[in-house]
């Protein structure tokens, strides 16, 4: 099965960026919708944003024109890259499908963004 590896999380003050890489053990190639979810303390987890095979994307509002998702033409991996971070955005990203279905969640990767 499919195992998910989400990488390039940490610590960045408000207005800095990051870029987070979600790699596949497989290839994702066929799978038409990936996206990135979060969850942050205290609450549940998210959507953020999707990507279709085809590259169309949305996005939450939230992040909406602060965010961009994008995945490899290799098909194995997914990325996001975050701009103009806000305290609020803090939690643990993750990488999964559309739910329909899910893959098993990989761990998460950590974003901390302080004020």
């Known amino acids: 099965q499919v195992r998910l590896v989400e990488s390039g999380g940490g610590l960045v003050q408000a207005g ?3 870029r987070l890489s979600c790699v ?10 990936m996206g990135w979810y ?12 999707t990507i279709t095979r085809g590259g169309s994307t949305n ?3 939230s992040v909406k024109g602060r965010f961009t998702i994008s ?7 997914v990325y996001l890259q975050m701009n103009n971070l806000k305290p609020e955005d803090t939690a643990v990203y993750y990488c999964n499908t559309d739910g329909m279905p899910f893959l098993p969640w990989g761990q998460g990767t950590q974003v901390t963004v302080s004020s």
């Open 24 to 33: 596949a053990s497989g290839s994702i190639f066929s799978i038409n919708v």
């Open 16 to 18: 800095g960026s990051l």
């Open 38 to 49: 979060r969850q942050a303390p205290g609450k549940q987890r998210e959507w953020v944003a």
């Open 71 to 77: 995945r490899s033409n290799a098909g194995n991996a």
């Open 59 to 61: 996005y939450a509002d």
